[in-house]
C-alpha cells in the first residue's frame, strides 16, 4: 500500500521561506506525478503544482513565481519550496499521487498545518 | 484557469435519502473530472474519476455523471458515514482546479 507523509516546520516567519516534504513508501516515485495542494483553514482546496519523476515542473501561475519543487528519486522523496511567505500561505499542505490514464489524485498524506507567523 | 462552480454549498440530509451534487465547469472538459469526499482533519480521498468512473473500494451508492461542462455526483442512499465535504477536481487543463466544495450534514 502506497503511503505519503508530509515534514516539515509547522511555523515560518512572514518573508522567510516554507521547506516541505514527502515521503512516499509502499511503492516507488517513478512513472507518476506528485503533487501539492493546500487548503486555508476553513476553506477550499488549491493545486499548488506538479513534480514528475523526471524532474519537470507545472506549477499554478496564481504561485509561480514563489513555487519550486524537485524529487529525489534515490530517497523516494520530493519537495516544496514556497518562498516570500504571508499569512495567506497559512494552510495544511497536502502531499499527492497523481496517477495518469485516466488522472486522479489517488494517494495522499495526512497534511501538515504550516502557520505563517 | 477554468472555473468550477459547485451546488449546493452545503445541504441536510437525512440516513437514506438521495443526494444529489452538481459541478459545472466555465468551459467543455470532456469527461476530465473527479470527486473527493474530505471528511474533518482528514485529506481527500477519492470516489469518482473520468466522471463516472467509481474508484476501487469506494460504495456502489456512489455515481457519477456528465460530461463537458455539467457534472453530478449522486449518493443513492446516505449512510451515516457520508457527512462530509465533497469537491469536484477538473483534471482537464492545468491550473487543475477544484470546486468550491459542498458540505452535506445531518437533518
Known amino acids: 500500500q502506497v503511503q505519503l507523509q508530509e515534514s516539515g516546520p509547522g511555523l515560518v516567519k512572514p518573508s522567510e521561506t516554507l521547506s516541505l516534504t514527502c515521503s512516499v513508501s509502499?511503492?516507488?516515485?517513478?512513472?507518476?506525478?506528485w503533487c501539492w495542494i493546500r487548503q486555508p483553514p476553513g476553506k477550499g482546496l488549491e493545486w499548488i503544482g506538479y513534480?514528475?519523476?523526471?524532474?519537470?515542473?507545472n506549477y499554478n501561475p496564481s504561485l509561480q513565481s514563489r513555487v519550486t519543487m524537485s524529487v529525489d528519486t534515490s530517497k523516494n522523496q520530493f519537495s516544496l519550496m514556497l518562498s516570500s511567505v504571508t499569512a495567506a500561505d497559512t494552510a495544511v499542505y497536502y502531499c499527492?499521487?497523481?496517477?495518469?490514464?485516466?488522472?486522479?489524485?489517488?494517494?495522499w498524506g495526512q497534511g501538515t498545518l504550516v502557520t505563517v507567523s | 484557469a477554468i472555473q468550477m462552480t459547485q451546488s449546493p454549498s452545503s445541504l441536510s440530509a437525512s440516513v437514506g435519502d438521495r443526494v444529489t451534487i452538481t459541478c459545472r465547469a466555465s468551459?467543455?472538459?470532456?469527461?476530465?473530472l473527479g470527486w473527493y469526499q474530505q471528511k474533518p482533519g482528514k485529506a481527500p480521498k477519492l470516489l469518482i474519476y473520468?466522471?463516472?468512473r467509481l474508484q476501487s473500494g469506494v460504495p456502489s451508492r456512489f455515481s457519477g455523471s456528465g460530461s463537458g461542462t455539467d457534472f453530478t455526483l449522486t449518493i443513492s442512499s446516505l449512510q451515516p458515514e457520508d457527512f462530509a465535504t465533497y469537491y469536484c477536481?477538473?483534471?482537464?487543463?492545468?491550473?487543475?482546479?477544484f470546486g468550491g466544495g459542498t458540505r452535506v450534514e445531518i437533518k
Open positions: 499527492a499521487r497523481r496517477r495518469t490514464g485516466p488522472e486522479a489524485f489517488d494517494y
Open positions: 509502499g511503492g516507488s516515485i517513478s512513472n507518476y506525478y
Open positions: 513534480v514528475y519523476y523526471r524532474g519537470t515542473t
Open positions: 468551459q467543455g472538459i470532456r469527461n476530465d
Open positions: 473520468a466522471a463516472s
Open positions: 477536481l477538473q483534471d482537464y487543463s492545468y491550473p487543475l482546479t
